[in-house]
């Protein structure tokens, strides 16, 4: 059960767009499309932005949106707010029939 | 309005055993996977358990199979966890969250706030 890969932050200025990419294997990212993307701000529970790769939550803003190629699923911020300033987890089924998260990244708005 | 509401986190020396407790409202609770997720300090989100809405499928991490036991009682309307043979890593909060959908490994969309858990002697 080795932790999906993303990067450790990322940046980017007000208005701006982002990717966070999550990278895994044909056992968990690759292998199905059960990709959630969770945001937590310090002290906070997380918070379920994507679900199933692509779909968004009920009251999710539609600048959060989600993609898979291969074995990497992605999370796209469009339009960074201050707000969005925060910890973003990636989540996948396995095929051990497991849960398991990324390492997390951490998203700075300058 | 979904609650999730933790408890039993303690100070506790390694090899104790501990049960946390996650009473639910707001919702059937029988129609829900649940799944606890802890966070050591400092550091990221690890899916520790899940259990079907029903109760009769339960899974686990390779890091507390054999040590921790996932359970729910429908008619309390709450989640448990019981933890033995407790070591220092296993230091976290330790949230509930409920789940999509019945299965137990549909995304989690309402968490609680998360119950210290500190293994120390």
């Known amino acids: 059960q080795s932790a999906l890969t993303q990067p450790a932050s990322v940046s980017g200025s007000p208005g701006q767009s982002i990717t966070i990419s999550c990278t895994g294997t044909s056992s968990d990212v690759g292998g199905f499309n059960s990709v959630s993307w969770y945001q937590q701000h310090p002290g906070k529970a997380p918070k379920l932005m994507i679900y199933d790769v692509t779909k968004r939550p009920s009251g999710v803003s539609n600048h959060f949106s989600g993609s898979k190629s291969g074995n990497t699923a992605s999370l796209t911020i469009s339009g960074l707010q201050a707000e969005d300033e925060a910890d973003y987890y990636c989540n996948s089924y396995t095929s051990s029939s497991t849960l398991v998260f990324g390492g997390g990244t951490k998203l700075t708005v300058l | 309005e979904v609650q999730l509401v933790e408890s039993g986190g303690v100070f506790i020396q390694p090899g104790g055993s501990l049960r946390l407790s996650c009473a639910a409202s707001?919702?059937?609770?029988?129609?829900?996977?649940m799944t606890w997720v802890r966070q050591a300090p400092g550091k990221g989100l690890e899916w520790v358990s899940a259990i079907s809405g029903s109760g009769v499928t339960t899974y686990y991490a390779d890091s507390v199979k054999g040590r921790f036991t996932i359970s729910r009682d429908n008619s309390k309307n709450t989640l448990y966890l019981q933890m033995n043979s407790l070591g220092a890593e296993d230091t976290a909060v330790y949230f509930c969250a409920r789940g999509l959908a019945t299965s137990p490994f549909s995304s989690s969309d309402y968490w609680g706030q998360g119950t210290l858990v500190a293994v120390s002697s």
């Open positions: 707001g919702f059937t609770f029988t129609n829900y996977g």
